[in-house]
């Protein structure tokens, strides 16, 4: 089964600042990667799909890319809205799986 | 507008069953795929089970296959989950989602806001 992993699991950023988060695949998954963001007690959010197409009404501070096995999920200018986790999730076959997710704190 | 409300979480004890629901609307609901994604309570994400817009092809997660069986009536636009012989590791909030088609890798364009499943005694 192919694994994912984000890292880091806990990021530290300030209003502002330009955070970057990673996904790892163990097999290459083409293009076939999507970005959510998710807040406490609320239902995740699509942001990014086919690894760095933005999803419609997200904002363009939001941008991801890469393909195969490696993964960027990039936040330019974090804003107060922005802190919250962000899962990875791969969808190559009929099932998914996502990654352990990356909580962005202040 | 697309909206998915679960409903039929409980807390029940370990052994017990549940039957999950998600009624979907502002959608051709039989048109697509969906999902089923738990998240226990402080963890990540968890894809549990998926089911074609037809309900012809049915995928499960290693952890719940041959306990759990997902299945859908486009006559109602309702998705369901059985869960049986629940143990405290299906704790969990169970969130229903859209594929955006009915092909064999989907991402999740819509979520509901997802029904609580406490197993305990």
């Known amino acids: 089964d192919i694994q994912m992993t984000q890292s880091p699991s806990t990021l530290s950023a300030s209003v502002g600042d330009r955070v970057t988060i990673s996904c790892r695949a163990s097999q290459s998954i083409d293009i076939w990667l999507a970005w959510y963001q998710q807040k406490p007690g609320k239902a995740p959010k699509l942001l990014i799909y086919e690894a760095s197409r933005l999803e419609s009404g997200v904002p363009s501070r939001f941008s991801a890319s890469g393909s195969g096995t490696d993964f960027t999920l990039t936040i330019n200018s974090l804003q107060p809205d922005d802190f919250a986790t962000y899962y990875c999730?791969?969808?190559?076959?009929?099932?998914?799986?996502f990654g352990q997710g990356t909580r962005v704190q202040i | 507008e697309v909206q998915l409300l679960e409903s039929g979480g409980a807390l029940v004890q370990p052994g017990g069953s549940l039957r999950l629901s998600c009624a979907g609307s502002g959608f051709n609901f039989g048109s697509y795929a969906m999902y089923w994604v738990r998240q226990a309570p402080g963890k990540g994400l968890e894809w549990v089970s998926g089911i074609t817009g037809s309900g012809v092809n049915i995928y499960y997660a290693d952890s719940v296959r041959g306990r759990f069986s997902v299945s859908r009536d486009n006559s109602k636009n309702t998705l369901y989950l059985q869960v049986n012989s629940l143990t405290s590791e299906d704790t969990a909030v169970y969130y229903c989602a859209k594929g955006h088609g009915d092909w064999k890798g989907n991402y999740f364009d819509h979520w509901g806001q997802g029904t609580l499943v406490t197993v305990s005694s």
């Open positions: 999730h791969r969808y190559e076959d009929y099932w998914g799986t």
